[in-house]
């Protein structure tokens, strides 16, 4: 079994967001997530990898456009989980990061925000496919078809009791 934390990367060019929000996930999760900062895509881009697991990223970054970078980690790493954390509220630019593979769009300023962003983390971490696939080593594949066996299989063990 993999017994690290998961890789999560902040992009964002608001270091006082940044700082503030690695603080309130290290304060829900403290060793499930090692978290690294970085104040532009293109130096995040750098160091996205394999062993990235998550990433929340401003669509605002100066003078780079959020859903590009995106589409670049997306790139590197199709399997990392992108969590869009904006202050751009239109409509468009999020359809078009769900397009790209982003798995939640989250509007900066809300008072809830940082706390849907820790629920969607939460729900990263707890997902079983994630958990056969980062703690077995098994493929996302593999980790989705033993789970539909599985669940099938007590289906039908359930069914065939209730016959009897």
């Not at 962003?117 to 594949?141: M, Q, R």
Request: charged fraction near 25%; aromatic fraction near 10%; avoid cysteine.
């Amino acid at each position: 079994m993999k017994d690290r934390p998961l890789n999560l990367i902040i992009i964002d060019d608001d270091s006082a967001i940044s700082k503030g929000l690695e603080g309130f996930l290290h304060s829900r999760f403290k060793q499930e997530l090692a978290i690294t900062l970085f104040n532009s895509g293109e130096a995040a881009l750098k160091s996205v990898g394999n062993d990235t697991d998550i990433v929340i990223l401003d669509y605002n970054l100066k003078h780079e456009n959020g859903n590009e970078i995106l589409k670049e980690i997306k790139r590197i790493n199709a399997s990392v989980e992108v969590i869009m954390l904006t202050s751009n509220e239109d409509v468009g630019i999020a359809i078009d990061a769900f397009r790209k593979g982003a798995r939640d769009y989250v509007i900066k300023g809300n008072s809830k925000a940082w706390k849907r962003v820790a629920d969607t983390v939460y729900a990263i971490i707890i997902y079983p496919v994630n958990i056969l696939v980062k703690e077995f080593g098994v493929s996302k594949y593999l980790a989705i078809f033993v789970l539909v066996f599985l669940v099938l299989g007590i289906a039908v063990f359930f069914s065939l009791k209730i016959n009897w």
